[in-house]
């Protein structure tokens, strides 16, 4: 089983998906002047010879799809969604479904909300399954509510607008984990309950389980209500296979979250990622948009299970 060409055959089957769709393919820059505003993304920095000029390695297209479909939608012309199957680079460990370089489609529709986008993205992951024969693969999407599921565990109703992860990460385990700050207890004891109670429940669920609830804290450059990210990721078997975002257009609350990021990415004692200030620029354009994006190894190696990152490695091949 070749790996490299099963992807090949797979990235065929996802255009022909997307031309039906009516989604335009578009093709974004791997070196960028500004990397992920996440404060946990980190990017490749490149720098030549000459030393003015200096970028990083794409950690996504996500940016770069944002002003293009803005651009789009402010010409006034019929802007239905855009979508590419782009390389994309981490610096992070590498392990069975991490790599350093990976392939990431993703996509961007107008007039569209996080459940139609999740429903397109299901259609998706069904066709490609069912083009390349896997029969026993269940593309059934099931809802999961984050909140919903930590009132069953923990037997009590949460706030309805305010989620304090480290008061209950305390209330059951007792003090923080002594590497937590002040700036990012809430994201990691919210993760660290996650992984202890709720993945668990998601590893034995049946066929695809799009994930929902997640605290502003995690909002990313989704939009956000009362403590709420508009944002989901969809799960196989436990493992995360893509992230779908109802699109904030309000560049001034981008900006604000950038920046809070860079803090955090400072007490962590690494660079900080600079603002994209062309993307501020083209946010107001994005109101009604939905995106998503879905990692095409990870799913490949759920419809193989013999298929593992290194297998797509240049370095290892």
């Not at 950038?258 to 501020?280: K, Q, T």
């Amino acid at each position: 089983m070749n790996a490299a060409l099963l992807r090949n055959r797979a990235i065929r089957i996802v255009r022909a998906f997307f031309e039906t769709e009516r989604l335009s393919e578009v093709r974004t820059n791997r070196l960028v002047p500004s990397a992920a505003m996440e404060p946990y993304i980190d990017a490749f920095s490149l720098s030549g010879a000459d030393t003015t000029h200096r970028g990083y390695l794409a950690t996504s297209p996500e940016f770069a799809m944002k002003k293009i479909f803005a651009a789009e939608i402010q010409s006034g012309e019929n802007a239905h969604g855009i979508y590419e199957i782009a390389p994309v680079f981490r610096d992070d460990l590498p392990g069975k479904h991490h790599g350093a370089e990976f392939t990431m489609i993703e996509w961007y529709t107008a007039n569209s909300s996080l459940a139609e986008i999740l429903t397109q993205c299901a259609r998706l992951i069904s066709h490609l399954a069912a083009e390349m024969r896997i029969s026993d693969f269940n593309a059934t999407m099931t809802q999961f509510s984050i909140i919903a599921e930590l009132e069953k565990v923990i037997k009590q109703p949460l706030p309805v607008d305010t989620f304090p992860y480290t008061k209950l990460y305390r209330s059951h385990f007792g003090a923080l984990p002594h590497y937590v700050n002040l700036l990012d207890a809430e994201i990691a004891c919210f993760n660290l309950l996650f992984d202890t109670w709720l993945l668990p429940i998601i590893r034995e669920m049946p066929g695809l389980v799009a994930v929902s609830g997640y605290p502003a804290c995690l909002a990313a450059m989704a939009r956000e209500n009362n403590g709420i990210a508009k944002r989901a990721e969809v799960f196989y078997n436990g493992l995360e296979l893509a992230n779908a975002y109802a699109e904030e257009f309000d560049a001034d609350i981008i900006r604000a979250r950038w920046s809070a990021n860079n803090e955090i990415r400072r007490l962590r004692g690494v660079a900080e990622h600079a603002p994209d200030e062309a993307l501020f620029a083209s946010l107001g354009a994005m109101r009604d948009v939905s995106g998503i994006a879905v990692g095409l190894e990870r799913l490949l190696s759920v419809f193989f299970p013999g298929i593992e990152m290194r297998h797509f490695d240049g370095f290892s091949a």
